[in-house]
């Protein structure tokens, strides 16, 4: 696991010096503090800081081919590495090293940009071409490894961190104020758009081709959710236990001490059952709790450890969040408004005590239709022409009833009343359609514009099939795996996602309605076979989300730390949100009237974001 980072000239000025590049690397150290490594020609420059994890030894970057002709840098692991490498030795190549680097490389001299398709894993890399003066990038398939692209008409600069392009000479911290409404309606910035001006995302499953100052993206995977399975359960069963053993047992190739994400879930505690099937020791587990019981998982986690009997580490968060939000804000790299982000930046410091890799269980909300949110809108669906009479009655009782009760039956009267797909993506979003037009004066829809695209109004999928799509291709991308990427790197660990591996999702998404959703509860399938390794009483409970007592904390010292933030000059003379509408939220939340935890933690994320990229000159 590494960062990397790089410059590449349109062919008519030079790439700046080396000290930019060093400049770059610096800014990503946490992502790999065992090692660095520069190249530089007139035309090209490719840094990366290195995490090892395979070949501790060996895996120096960047790999160059024998003649010096050719330069990788790369981020990731790469699981079938092994069978590639054997593939090329019988084609008569000659490696250096063990590392999965190197057959990127090699494959790359054998195949070309073929290659690509041929990788099993997460990856984001860079490969200079000096014989033709060529940039080939490619990002894995969905996304798991970031990259940034900043391109002007003198050069292509890239990272896998926004905060290394902030050093490149010439880079403007203009920010483009026409995302800030999927940002308030989503809490992140969708790709392929950035939160500065002239930067954007290299898109999941693409690589791009730069040459000559023209960028060129090509796609090379795409999820396809046909044909159906046609099997009966018994046989999809057995089909799915293989594909997680694989996707498990590939996962555990490492030179270094490991373990688990562990939180008392379906999808975590599956992904350590199958570690200890396929370890002789104890599997490490970690897992995070808070004081305030029904936002602690500690109990399920616990429980799970003793059935598996694993060596488990567990940590109860204080409700401190203003000592580490400015951390993570540095570190998500764009407004980023999930704020399960601060328990997973502590479990994996807490890991990082321990080992230098962990798996989780990401992925499988997405994969298997398990989240709350499909479940209910797949209830209002159903409801037909009954919708608007319905939405119409809601809206009657919500503004009777006081306080929370009649706050939530709005927003269920909202939702009946939108049509698809913001009817669906109303439920995703952090904030309300009120909230997002009195903080930022523009309609929900302008925020929910942004994913439409996701959606073609001609596409003749079933709709569980069209909103877990989307989810695969927004939140999970930009949320979901930006989450899990920085944090775990914040913390210089690398973290892995069994169920995330593209055979197991291409499964997954390919199965009949009934075996993922079945008497009210998604992921069927997946709990089916997970009886064959975890107790019911782990399987059956209730599905309880990776949050945090934000509510509560909004009344206590982050509240406060809110209030002078948003009393500040710096905030209220920025323009970006109104502070009237943001004075009300944080009164109205005080007073226990609403609950606005989420938009109130939208405003101060961005604004602490805004201080720290935009208004500070300097780096941390």
């Not at 989300?545 to 003379?573: C, H, K, N, Y």
Request: a neutral charge; proline letters at 6%.
């Amino acid at each position: 696991m590494c960062g990397i980072i790089g410059i590449v000239s349109a062919g008519v000025q030079p790439v700046p010096p080396r000290a930019i590049g060093e400049a770059m690397n610096a800014a990503i150290v946490h992502r790999g503090p065992d090692d660095s490594g520069l190249y530089r020609d007139d035309q090209a420059m490719l840094g990366m800081r290195r995490l090892a994890i395979i070949d501790i030894a060996g895996g120096h970057q960047p790999v160059h081919s024998d003649d010096g002709q050719v330069q990788l840098v790369f981020n990731g692991e790469i699981y079938n590495y092994r069978e590639l490498r054997a593939e090329l030795l019988k084609l008569g190549h000659v490696f250096h090293s063990a590392s999965d680097s190197e057959v990127i490389l090699r494959g790359y001299l054998q195949w070309g940009e073929a290659t690509i398709a041929r990788l099993e894993g997460m990856f984001a890399f860079a490969l200079w071409d000096r014989r033709d003066q060529r940039l080939l990038l490619a990002r894995d398939r969905l996304g798991k490894k970031p990259l940034f692209l900043w391109q002007t008409g003198q050069h292509l600069a890239f990272a896998s961190e926004l905060k290394s392009l902030l050093v490149v000479p010439g880079f403007a911290r203009e920010v483009d104020h026409s995302v800030l409404p999927a940002y308030l309606a989503f809490g992140y910035v969708p790709t392929p758009r950035a939160i500065f001006r002239d930067v954007s995302k290299l898109p999941p499953g693409h690589y791009a081709l730069y040459r000559s100052g023209k960028l060129e993206l090509k796609r090379y995977w795409q999820l396809d959710f046909s044909p159906t399975f046609a099997g009966d359960e018994s046989e999809a069963q057995e089909q799915l236990a293989q594909l997680l053993a694989r996707a498990v047992s590939d996962r555990l190739v490492a030179d270094v001490p490991f373990g688990a994400f562990l939180s008392g879930g379906l999808d975590s505690s599956v992904v350590v059952a199958l570690m200890a099937r396929h370890m002789s020791q104890p599997v490490k587990t970690f897992s995070i709790g808070f004081r305030e019981a029904r936002y602690s998982e500690l109990s399920g986690a616990r429980r799970v450890a003793d059935h598996l009997r694993t060596e488990h580490h567990e940590l109860v968060v204080e409700p401190d969040a203003t000592r580490l939000i400015e951390n993570l804000v540095w570190h998500l790299d764009e407004p980023f408004a999930d704020s399960s982000a601060l328990p997973t930046f502590l479990v994996s410091e807490l890991a990082g005590q321990h080992v230098k890799m962990v798996l989780s269980g990401d992925g499988g909300d997405e994969a298997f239709a398990g989240y709350d949110r499909y479940l209910r809108f797949l209830q209002l669906e159903r409801l037909g022409l009954l919708k608007k009479p319905l939405a119409l009655g809601l809206a009657v009782a919500g503004r009777v009833l006081p306080g929370l009760r009649g706050f939530r039956l709005r927003r269920i009267a909202q939702r009946l009343r939108e049509g698809f797909p913001d009817s669906y993506l109303s439920g995703v979003a952090l904030s309300r359609p009120e909230q997002m037009a009195a903080m930022l004066g523009t309609s929900a829809s302008e925020g929910y514009r942004a994913l439409h695209p996701l959606f073609d109004p001609a596409d003749p999928r079933p709709v569980l099939d069209r909103i877990v799509d989307a989810d695969i291709r927004s939140y999970l991308l930009d949320d979901i795996l930006v989450k899990l990427d920085r944090m775990s790197m914040a913390a210089s660990i690398e973290g892995r996602a069994p169920l995330l591996d593209h055979r197991v999702v291409e499964f997954a998404v390919r199965l009949p309605v009934s075996m993922r959703i079945r008497d009210g509860r998604g992921k069927h399938l997946l709990r089916e076979v997970a009886r064959r390794w975890l107790p019911s009483d782990v399987l059956d409970k209730p599905k309880q989300g990776f949050a945090i007592p934000l509510p509560e904390w909004f009344r206590g010292s982050l509240g406060q730390m809110a209030g002078d933030t948003f009393a500040s000059r710096v905030f209220r003379e920025r323009g970006w949100l109104a502070p009237t509408a943001i004075d009300a939220l944080l009164q109205a939340h005080r007073c226990g009237n609403a609950d606005h935890a989420e938009p109130l933690w939208q405003a101060l994320c961005l604004e602490l974001w805004a201080r720290r990229f935009v208004d500070a000159a300097g780096m941390p």
